[in-house]
Each structure stands twice: as C-alpha cells, then as structure tokens.
C-alpha cells in the first residue's frame, strides 16, 4: 500500500507522513468563533478535516484529535486595537451574558456539524477556560524578549523574531523585506504598537469591554492567536504532528501562533500544516450583501432562491467529497442536483453489492485483476493527500462492475470469494467510515438518524418563527411538510412529528 502522503503548507509540498510518536497522531483544527451560526464555508473545512480524521483512523493510527472554542478574543476585522470583541460586541447588541451568546452558538454549531455526521473531536477547550495558560504564555514570551508591553497591553515583536532567523513568515510566505518595508511613518495609525506587523498577545479592556481578566500588566483578555497556541500544546505537547484550519487562517492567525510558540519555548508547533480552500457560492466568494449566500438550513429546506429544491444533509456532504479538500469548491444548484444522483447511486451499487455472492475459490480472470487493481487504487489515492474525488472515482468505477454483475451482463463466476469479500469490505469501510456517509435513500439502515437530526432542525427553525412572531415562515414549514406526510404535533413537552 502507498505510504501517507501529507501536503504540508509549511514546507509547500508533499511529505511523506512520519508520526512523532510510532501508531498515534496529534491533530489540532482551529474551530469556530461562535458569535454567530455556522458558515457553510465553515462547514466545509470541518468536513474535509472529519474526513482526515476518519482516514486517519481507518489506517489504524491512535488520533488525539483536538478542536477548540474561540469564545474570547476574535476582534472585529482580526485588528488589535480599536476593535470590539466579536462575542463581546452580539452580547451587548443582544443585551445577553457573552456565555449565553457562546452557548448558543456552539449548541446551534454541533447541531449542524451532527447533521453532516461529522465526529466530534476528542477534547473541545474554550478559550476561556484556558485563561491562566495564556497569561503563562505571555509571561514566557516576555522574559524570551520577543514581546513588549505598553499601557497595559503586550505585543508581539514580530520584526525582533524575523531578525533572529527564526522563520517569521515561512508558512504564508511573508518576508522580513515586506516587514520593514511597512513604513513607521504609519505608526500614528497603529496606536502604541513598535511596528504595524506586531500583533496584541494581551489586550487592556476598555471600560465598556465586558469580558475582563486580572493580569500582572492590566485587567483584558487574551489576543485570538495567543488560544490555540496554548490549548494545541496543553493537549498535543510542545511539537504534535498536525495543525490544520482553513486557508484563511494561514496569515495571520496561523503564521502568529507559530511565532507564539517560538516566542515562547523555541519550538516549531506542528510538524505538518493542512490548508483546506474556500467555498463559493456560483463561481464567486459568498457574500450577504452581494445576496450571494446560502445557510446550511437552507439547503436542508430548500428556503432559498439559489437551490430549486432541499437537498439531504448526506447529499451535501457527498458534494464535498467531489472536491480535493486543497481545492476550490463551487456550490451551485446544477452540481448539487449532480451530487444526489450521484449519492444514490453509490448507495444502490452497496445495496446491489451485498446481494451478490461469488462462489469461485480462486480466479485468474480479467475482471478479478481490474477489481484487485481499483481497490488498490481507492487505497493510494487516499494516501495521496487525502485525494477523495479520486477515490469516488474508483469507487465509481467498482459500481460499474456491481451493477454489471447484478445484471448479468459479467460472470459472478469470474469473481473468487476473497476478492468480493475485499469488495464488500472496500465499500462498506470508505462509504460509511471514512467518508462518513449515512444511507438516507431509505427509511431502514442509516439513514434514521440523519432524518431525525434534520426534522430536529426543521422544528428548531420553526420553533425560532414563532417565538419571533413570523407566523408566514411558521405556516410554510408546517404546510410544506404536511405535503411530504410529515405532521408537527405541539403539545407541553415540546414538538413530536410522525410520517404517515
């Protein structure tokens, strides 16, 4: 079997995977900021890295996989100063306690992530309960000399560790030259900051600023970079073996953790980096004020002038898949139409391959030789850099020869017992475990639970109409799904709804 090869950011190639730690992987995803609902672009990145994580699995590895919380710190615009928190800033508009908004959000988040079947990662930190460990951080940083503090806040010295040799800027390419080269005529506008490339580790609080922690250099709160160097080394160690996020991510946010962990221990975070790219929407960035957007729940209802019908989480899902995770991927209404045809044939070809039974011992046929070799291929082409579209494209080439089998048209006998065991096997541990697809073509099987967690959205969306008084959304939900046979029963407890 091909060996495991990672494409690291870091590096800019391919590499092939050597664990720290023989049989077991630290995996750290940046998660959501959850000041708001999730974004599908979002979704997308968790998707890929789900799928990552499950191969990972597959291949027998012992996966640690952490994801966190950012529920402080994450200012409007990624600035430093003159920013409002993001969470600080829906608490005050909403007139809610931060946590109340964080709760919300991370709730509403889950529920979408367990709709598209994604596993939830091993440990999930907040940035808040890591508080004492990003005053540590920031104390070791300073006493390291690669920071400075000024009217209460510290910044990182971003030119003093370029100046070192010590890589500032090697994963997203900057150089010291575009460094300097930021003129200090501009330091008016970066408020007390020595240069306009140093970033805040620990920021004052305003008097307005709601969530606040004592510090020995002012009452704040942490810098957004400052979380996820801490938590991935709290859980991971001071080096794991993979950091991931979306491409988005890769300057500031990525490039500044590495130089926190520089900063503060000497030491390079991870060893490989994974980028996952972004999702557009008909050819270009999503874009509320372009009315270039969709929501999750929206594709899952259908409530939305983009798509001409609902599409099942699984068919959203299967649609990622089509995508190398490095890639763009562009949603529309037709690819999506594509995707569904293309899911349900996938799961039909599994239905058909389980009712197949081969009685020959051994072969030397052709056709034996073509199922061993794609096989083979399925298993390369995922240790390729986690290469799906091309290892649905081997599958998709296996359905050929399942459905010629069930029809007929090619000799079972052709076939020996030990490579349609391989077959089933190949099938069942791609479709359902890596890939991490649920059959919803049918009422039996896997399919119940993606159905029961999209009604619960369905209700929640309806219970959210309602308690804002929109009785014209309330009323399309409840009569859209009277004509799919599904009834809403409101009683005391909550809702309940049946399927005639």
């Not at 100063?81 to 991370?106: F, H, N």
């Not at 907040?126 to 070791?140: D, F, L, P, S």
Request: proline share 3%; hydrophobic share 35%.
């Amino acid at each position: 079997m091909r060996q495991l090869e990672l494409y690291n950011s870091l590096n800019r190639k391919k590499e092939i995977f050597t664990p720290i730690n023989e049989g077991h992987i630290g995996l750290y995803v940046c998660g959501p900021t959850v000041y708001s609902n999730v974004h599908l672009g979002n979704c997308r990145t968790f998707v890929s890295f789900d799928v990552i994580y499950r191969h990972l699995t597959y291949l027998g590895y012992k996966v640690r996989y952490v994801r966190n919380i950012t529920d402080v710190g994450h200012l409007e615009g990624d600035a430093d100063s003159g920013a409002e928190d993001k969470i600080s800033k829906k608490a005050r508009l909403e007139q809610l306690e931060p946590m109340e908004i964080v709760q919300t959000y991370t709730n509403g988040f889950h529920q979408i992530m367990d709709i598209l079947n994604a596993k939830r990662p091993n440990i999930e930190p907040r940035a808040t309960g890591h508080i004492v460990e990003q005053i540590e951080m920031v104390q070791e940083i300073l006493d390291n000399g690669y920071a400075y503090e000024k009217n209460g806040s510290v910044y990182f010295d971003t030119l003093k560790l370029a100046q070192s040799g010590k890589g500032y800027g090697k994963l997203s390419g900057r150089v010291i030259e575009d460094l300097i080269s930021e003129s200090r005529d501009n330091l008016k506008n970066q408020s007390e900051k020595n240069h306009p490339s140093d970033f805040a580790i620990w920021i004052k609080a305003a008097p307005e600023h709601i969530m606040r922690w004592n510090s020995p250099w002012s009452v704040g709160f942490p810098g957004w970079h400052l979380e996820c160097s801490v938590m991935s080394t709290k859980y991971l160690g001071k080096t794991f073996d993979i950091h991931g996020g979306g491409n988005d991510l890769k300057f500031p946010h990525h490039e500044n953790e590495i130089a926190q962990n520089v900063g503060s221990c000497d030491c390079q975070p991870a060893n490989y980096w994974l980028h996952t790219n972004m999702l557009l929407m008909n050819g270009k960035k999503m874009s509320k004020s372009d009315n270039n957007s969709i929501t999750p729940q929206e594709l899952f209802t259908g409530e939305s002038e983009h798509t001409s019908k609902a599409y099942s989480p699984m068919v959203v899902r299967f649609f990622m898949l089509q995508s190398h995770y490095r890639s763009t991927l562009d949603l529309t209404d037709e690819g999506l139409i594509a995707a569904e045809k293309g899911y349900k044939r996938l799961m039909e070809a599994f239905k058909n391959l389980n009712g197949l039974t081969a009685t020959a011992t051994s072969s030397d046929s052709d056709l034996e030789k073509e199922i061993i070799t794609l096989i083979e291929a399925t298993h390369a082409d995922m240790n390729d850099d986690f290469n799906t579209p091309k290892a649905l494209a081997r599958l998709f080439e296996l359905v050929n020869k399942i459905n010629g089998l069930k029809d007929g048209h090619l000799d079972i006998a052709h076939v020996s017992t030990s490579a349609l065991d391989g077959l089933k096997s190949l099938f069942n541990d791609y479709i359902f475990d890596v890939f991490g697809l649920l059959d919803s073509t049918s009422d039996s099987g896997n399919g119940n639970g993606v159905l029961d967690g999209l009604m619960s959205l369905i209700i929640d969306i309806r219970k959210s109409a309602r308690e804002n008084k929109d009785w014209g959304t309330s009323d399309k939900i409840r009569d859209s799904l009277n004509e799919l046979k599904i009834q809403l029963k409101d009683g005391k407890d909550g809702t309940s709804w049946t399927a005639d």
